[in-house]
């Protein structure tokens, strides 16, 4: 869907909502760099909702998925009872809404607005690294809780890896990937592969919400997480499909605008610096560390090239494709696991000191 009276499809959606109270006005909020939808509703008694709208994908897993996120929102505890939208219910069921219209199949799913505080900066310094460390772990020790009493979710790393390959045995997937079929179906192999070897099935299985960026999210004056929203790449699986973004947070080139996926954020000492803040709280282990190269394999294969047309606008696609066979795929093996092994003293045969990097004052 790609013309669209959008606001007519809202509106149709709250309709099936609540009938009694009419909209006065549907303001676009959504990000300007993704294919996502995302609405600011005033109704006429000047009360607000959010409404977000996709077209991508299968609507069954759309209602799962914000099932999921509403039980996550409601059950996790204090501190973070509120860092959470909360959707909007109907005959106590998360309110979803499908619109099918000749090729068009959209759905619609309301939130309450979600309050927001202070952004981080877009460089950290080193206190701003460490303190945001200890405030994530804290938070995956939270969502791991919760995980043990949500929904069950469909989404798993290796069948979204197998959708990739029965994708590229396709004639439009060969099309769509023509020169690359054989180099992907080699990294899907690579990837499922060392899924098996690391044992990942026995990881801390918890909500992640992957995409964390400084716009996602904000903090407390102290800078305790206050309130995360945009929800697009969540699901349930390991902790250490967040790791990439924390290092992009954390990284010397800070925030910016126009963007790629390099690996080189999982290097700097700056991260090192952020594990070792994250590791005192909620220890991580040999293998989960092994794994940042593979989670990392896993977001180009999957967000990138299976689904970066829908995720971003053509533009970024375009450029985050290309840059995926030119610099993503090329600079995997750059990852060094025992730079951070021996860094966090997970190794047992590490037994000499260490210097600690710091922060340069540029």
Avoid at 49 to 66: N, R, T
Avoid at 159 to 183: K, N, S
Avoid at 303 to 310: A, D, H, S, T
Wanted: with cysteine; glycine share 2%; net charge neutral.
């Amino acid at each position: 869907m790609r013309i669209k009276n959008y606001p007519a499809i809202i509106e149709k959606a709250w309709a099936g909502f609540d009938d009694s109270i009419s909209i006065k006005l549907v303001e676009d909020i959504s990000a300007k760099v993704s294919t996502n939808h995302v609405f600011r509703v005033t109704l006429d008694n000047d009360d607000i909702v959010i409404a977000k709208l996709s077209y991508f994908g299968k609507y069954e897993h759309f209602k799962e998925d914000h099932r999921i996120i509403h039980a996550v929102s409601n059950n996790l505890l204090y501190p973070f009872e509120n860092v959470l939208a909360k959707s909007l219910l109907k005959n106590n069921q998360v309110y979803t809404y499908r619109y099918q219209e000749d090729f068009l199949d959209t759905w619609v799913v309301f939130y309450n607005p979600i309050r927001a505080m202070n952004r981080m900066p877009k460089r950290l310094d080193e206190d701003n690294i460490r303190k945001l460390g200890r405030e994530m772990a804290k938070f995956h020790q939270a969502c791991y809780r919760v995980g043990k009493s949500i929904p069950k979710s469909s989404k798993k790393l290796r069948t979204d890896i197998q959708q990739l390959l029965d994708i590229l045995d396709t004639e439009a997937g060969q099309y769509e990937h023509r020169m690359h079929v054989e180099f992907l179906r080699e990294q899907c192999d690579i990837f499922l592969k060392n899924v098996q070897k690391l044992n990942v099935i026995s990881f801390d299985m918890m909500p992640v919400f992957v995409d964390w960026n400084i716009g996602n999210f904000s903090v407390t004056e102290d800078q305790h997480l206050f309130s995360r929203w945009d929800y697009d790449w969540f699901r349930v699986s390991s902790r250490i499909l967040d790791f990439y973004f924390f290092s992009r947070v954390v990284s010397n080139v800070g925030d910016r605008t126009v963007f790629s996926y390099l690996i080189t954020p999982l290097m700097e000492d700056r991260f090192m610096i952020f594990l070792e803040e994250y590791h005192k709280v909620y220890p991580l282990s040999e293998n989960e560390v092994r794994f940042m190269k593979e989670a990392y394999r896993f977001f180009i294969l999957n967000y990138v090239i299976k689904y970066g047309k829908y995720f971003f606008h053509r533009t970024y696609s375009t450029k985050l494709q290309r840059e995926a066979y030119e610099l993503y795929f090329p600079s995997i093996d750059t990852f060094d696991a025992d730079k951070i092994l021996k860094f966090l003293n997970i190794t047992p045969e590490i037994k000499e000191s260490k210097k600690k990097p710091s922060l340069d004052k540029s």
